[in-house]
């Protein structure tokens, strides 16, 4: 599918999409009445989400690999590195080993694991996460694995690749 031409497109997305140039955002366009404020909600998943960007980064990629999102993938294993998530934590997002993690870095793969299968945190997730989390860390947490799910499924629905991005 191809991406739609910039000058047909409402003048408030078009001055979005001036700060918004990977081909996601490029794609969402498609969607004249959700598009501002999904590129909104994607500016708070990186500005203001109070997750440690390390810990968010290592849910994002689990989420990713749990779509086969190439696209994620590619860019946020590269975001994960520029905040400082190790390789071993970065791999364990692929494989789901947990060995050789922080504490907090395998709950965080255990917490979202349970959201992509159980589509909830049970009482006994929700308790060991307010011992790593504020209640406002964990609830930006859950939010940040349905929005990554919604991103990989939009991803994958339209075929989204990095071809043409200059980063």
Do not use: K
Request: net charge negative; aromatic share 8%.
């Amino acid at each position: 599918m191809e991406y739609p031409e910039l000058s047909t497109l409402p003048r408030d997305l078009q001055e979005a999409l001036t700060t918004h140039q990977a081909n996601i955002y490029r794609m969402v366009a498609h969607s004249h009445g959700m598009a501002v404020s999904f590129l909104s909600m994607a500016d708070a998943m990186l500005q203001t989400n109070s997750v440690p960007m390390a810990l968010r980064e290592l849910a994002i990629l689990r989420v990713g690999h749990a779509y086969e999102s190439a696209y994620e993938l590619h860019h946020h294993e590269r975001f994960a590195r520029a905040v400082g998530l190790g390789e071993t934590a970065i791999a364990a997002t692929a494989t789901g080993d947990l060995a050789g993690l922080s504490p907090e870095e395998a709950a965080v793969l255990r917490w979202t694991d349970r959201l992509l299968t159980d589509h909830t945190l049970g009482e006994p997730d929700r308790e060991e996460a307010l011992r790593f989390f504020s209640i406002s860390q964990l609830a930006d947490f859950v939010l940040t694995v349905g929005f990554y799910q919604l991103v990989c499924n939009f991803l994958n629905a339209f075929d989204i690749t990095t071809d043409g991005e200059a980063f």
